[in-house]
């Protein structure tokens, strides 16, 4: 046993409070986010289908806006475990916005590292708090952040939907339109 393991021990055996945090928290912002609902997509694609006007489809067809303004934090140890964390926190996040609805088409518009904060760790009174992301762990971030950033998804594992909607969506540029968030 580490020196660790049995502080931790008698920690519990006396009963102390073990909840505090350790580690280091990321604060991540987008511009903007924003989703059609598959129904409606589907909706527009069928009425297209039927009369092949797909201008008047397209006009009973609503952009809706996630809530951008609460932002996506974690809390990790250590980098490997925050890019498991980040890539978890934006799938929840895409899946509470929309409603678990699985054929919504989700945009995120400039998702962005802003804030590094170490969190106080009793035993290192030097640790810094608040702290901008150093280039470090920009880095880290980057291929994450580019995977979901400016890139239309259907809420889905793969961000993929079905073949037809997938189609209609390309043909009527509503990925273009749901990372612009405008119609």
Do not use: C, W
Not at 88 to 93: E, F, G, H, Q, V
Not at 142 to 171: C, H, I, R, W
């Amino acid at each position: 046993m580490t020196r660790d393991l049995i502080n931790e021990a008698r920690k519990i055996m006396q009963g102390e409070n073990l909840t505090e945090a350790k580690g280091t928290q990321y604060h991540f912002t987008m511009k903007d986010a924003s989703y059609f609902k598959g129904n409606d997509i589907r909706k527009a694609m069928i009425q297209t289908k039927k009369d092949g006007n797909s201008d008047k489809a397209l006009q009973n067809l609503d952009l809706n806006s996630g809530n951008d303004e609460e932002g996506i934090s974690i809390t990790a140890n250590n980098p490997g475990e925050a890019v498991r964390n980040i890539e978890k926190a934006i799938l929840d996040y895409r899946n509470k916005q929309v409603n678990r609805d699985r054929n919504a088409l989700f945009a995120f518009d400039r998702l962005e590292l802003i804030l590094v904060q170490k969190l106080k760790d009793k035993d290192k009174p030097d640790d810094k708090e608040g702290t901008l992301p150093t280039s470090r762990e920009k880095g880290i971030f980057k291929n994450v952040l580019n995977k979901y950033s400016n890139e239309a998804m259907f809420n889905t594992p793969n961000g993929k939907g079905p073949s037809d909607l997938q189609k209609f969506v390309e043909d009527e540029a509503l990925d273009e339109m749901a990372v612009q968030g405008v119609m």
